[in-house]
């Protein structure tokens, strides 16, 4: 009977967490950790505008940018000197990244928020809707 009751609270705490790993494993880029590096970013991007499917072609280094925290505080001028010319503008920019998702084959993006300051405040990975 004890081993019962410890398989179903072992599975309880399995199921209640399940949401809140898929949360995250799903707000990330899925692929290795690849080191930012400029010309390769901006070479890439060239990927994105060809027919069919990229792949993630940007999806390590968004998450290089991302955990290393490294845009945060930079001015608009030099996230687009070191990121080029993003898909959107306004207080929120957005970079392609590929078929990131990891679920389905969805595009990705990299999401560049600034504050009122026109410094970058968040940066983080989206999918991007019906894509």
């Not at 993003?86 to 590929?98: A, E």
Request: with cysteine; hydrophobic share 45%.
């Amino acid at each position: 009977m004890r081993t019962f009751k410890f398989v179903i609270a072992n599975l309880a705490i399995v199921v209640a967490a399940a949401p809140v790993w898929l949360a995250w494993e799903f707000s990330r880029p899925v692929g290795p950790l690849e080191a930012f590096d400029k010309h390769t970013w901006l070479v890439r991007n060239f990927l994105l505008t060809e027919p069919g499917d990229p792949g993630c072609v940007r999806g390590g280094m968004a998450l290089d940018l991302i955990e290393r925290k490294f845009l945060i505080g930079n001015l608009a001028s030099d996230v687009t000197n070191l990121l080029g010319e993003p898909t959107g503008k306004g207080n929120t920019w957005t970079y392609g990244l590929g078929q990131c998702s990891g679920l389905g084959w969805y595009n990705s993006e990299l999401v560049v928020a600034f504050d009122r300051n026109s410094r970058v405040s968040t940066v983080s990975f989206a999918r991007v809707p019906g894509s």
